[in-house]
């Protein structure tokens, strides 16, 4: 059977996948805030993604995908949407900046 040390790596990894899911539920809620902010108009976007992330339902997920639902989190998400960027396209731009800062070092 598992002994300790089984448990507590399989539980670690359980919740690796569960914070890793949630992350996912984050950044779809951004793709439609974006999506709102380009086909509502600006504003509207912004307005979904704070209102969702100060709702009860918002801190539960932003807190689960280990985000720390503070003000200052909640300001960060709304300039991501005021920027206009796709969550796809931000996640290869930093990728290429990632790889370009290891090739500087």
Do not use: Y
């Not at 949630?22 to 704070?50: N, Q, Y």
């Not at 209102?51 to 989190?73: F, H, M, N, Q, Y």
């Not at 290429?96 to 500087?104: F, N, R, T, V, Y």
């Amino acid at each position: 059977m598992f002994d300790e040390m089984d448990a507590l790596a399989w539980g670690h990894a359980q919740g690796e996948r569960a914070r890793k899911m949630f992350s996912a539920v984050v950044l779809a809620v951004l793709d439609d805030a974006v999506r709102d902010e380009k086909k509502i108009g600006p504003g509207a976007g912004v307005e979904s993604v704070t209102r969702w992330a100060r709702s009860k339902d918002g801190r539960l997920v932003l807190s689960c995908a280990g985000i720390d639902p503070t003000e200052r989190a909640v300001a960060g998400l709304a300039d991501f949407v005021r920027r206009g960027e796709r969550v796809s396209s931000a996640l290869r731009l930093n990728d290429g900046s990632d790889s370009e800062l290891a090739d500087a070092a």
